[in-house]
Nanobody, 130 residues
Framework: QVQVVESGGGLVHAGESLKLSCTVSGLTLSSRNMCWFRQAPGKEREGVSCMNAYGSSTYYADSVKGRFTISRDVAETTLYLKMDSLKPEDTAMYYC???????????????????????WGQGTQVTVSS
């Protein structure tokens, strides 16, 4: 049984940092694209950052480039999202998503659509006050 569990969200002030974690069981991170999505109230779910199976290619939404960093642990059981210089517009529920088994050299914007990811966590709330 696949389980995806996010943690690390919270309430911070603008300019501060948070690090989200996504622990996965029942599948391996190194065999598929892994992504972080977010959804703010009244808005569509947005792909924030992704990593390919090899860990050699990453994607970042323009709105977070230079501020967010995706990574995974050596054991390849946990995906992270380090978020620096947080802004009020980063406030959202953040979801970790695992794709189907896929060994592609690159992860691109066209890959980052929710329908490509069958496995989701329950989300962790990030709130940034001004």
């Amino acid at each position: 049984q696949v389980q995806v569990v996010e943690s690390g969200g919270g309430l911070v002030h603008a300019g501060e940092s948070l690090k989200l974690s996504c622990t996965v069981s029942g599948l391996t991170l190194s065999s598929r694209n892994m992504c972080w999505f977010r959804q703010a109230p009244g808005k569509e779910r947005e792909g924030v950052s992704c990593m390919n199976a090899y860990g050699s290619s990453t994607y970042y939404a323009d709105s977070v480039k230079g501020r967010f960093t995706i990574s995974r642990d050596v054991a390849e059981t946990t995906l992270y999202l380090k978020m620096d210089s947080l802004k009020p517009e980063d406030t959202a529920m953040y979801y970790c998503a695992a794709g189907i088994t896929s060994y592609r050299a690159y992860v691109e914007k066209s890959d980052v659509v929710p329908s490509n990811f069958p496995y989701w966590g329950q989300g962790t709330q990030v709130t940034v006050s001004s």
